[in-house]
């Protein structure tokens, strides 16, 4: 089984997500970083972010991750975009290897964003994070996909595909690896020293590394 995350892995998403956090800062009157620092919030979870880097309490975490999903929802959601030739590349894979989602992206996102793209019809789980805030990490949300797709009596040895560390370090806690991708938001530093096993130049190269597992 192949487990995929989702932003910066199949759906170029940035512009949506930079915008709905620009726009929960903005609710705050925090001043908003410059665009190098707001691509670091591309991959880690949301409360991970309002939390961690700017340093907000509980409450006002929930207050801001309600406030970017005032927006996102309605507009930037589908301020996004699907990676050239990602269609394909599901087409021809799932046809050989089941595959689910991994991300740290609630599954009401993760599955919209799916359907609206018409790529939904690829997976056999999506699976993400609750919209209460529990099972956001990537390791939680790797051991909920594993755990449905053995439900479902996939029993194929796993390797997950992702564009940043989260993504490496959250499959390894599983036993996992994982393969990165450059077109994402992380570097090729970033996931080798993260432990990535392989590392796909483009959606083509990744096609071919997928088929001769």
């Given at each position: 089984?192949i ?5 910066g892995?199949?759906?170029d ?12 800062l903005?609710d ?9 620092t707001m691509r670091?919030f591309?991959g880690?979870?949301?409360y ?5 880097h700017f340093g907000?309490?509980?409450?006002d975490v929930?207050?801001a991750v309600a406030k970017?999903?005032e927006?996102?929802?309605d507009?930037?959601?589908f301020e996004?975009?699907?990676y ?6 599901l087409?021809?894979v799932?046809?050989?290897v089941p595959?689910?989602v991994?991300?740290?992206k ?12 018409d790529?939904?019809?690829y997976?056999d789980v999506?699976g ?5 805030g529990?099972?956001i ?5 790797v051991?909920y ?13 796993p390797?997950?595909?992702g564009d ?8 390894a806690t ?6 990165g ?6 570097s090729?530093?970033e996931?080798e020293t993260?432990?990535a096993v392989?590392?796909?130049d483009?959606v083509a190269d990744?096609?071919a590394?997928l088929l001769?597992?």
């Open positions: 089984m487990l995929f995350d989702l932003d892995t199949l759906t998403s940035a512009p949506g997500i930079i915008a709905c956090i620009e726009y929960a903005d705050f009157g925090i001043e908003r970083p410059g665009a190098e670091t591309l880690p979870p949301l991970d972010t309002f939390g961690g907000m309490s509980e409450d929930h207050r970017y999903r927006r996102y929802h507009v930037g959601l996004n975009d699907v050239d030739g990602v269609p394909d590349m087409a021809a799932s046809a050989q595959l689910a991994a991300t740290s609630p599954t009401y996102s993760a599955t919209r964003i799916l359907e609206h793209f790529l939904a019809r997976f999506i993400g994070s609750e919209l209460d529990t099972r990490h990537k390791e939680q949300v051991a996909s594993l755990g449905e797709m053995r439900g479902r009596g996939v029993a194929s040895p390797v997950m595909v940043r560390e989260h993504d490496v370090r959250g499959a599983h036993g996992v690896p994982c393969i991708v450059m077109w994402g938001y992380g090729r530093e996931l993260a432990g392989a590392v796909a483009t990744l096609q590394m001769a597992r």
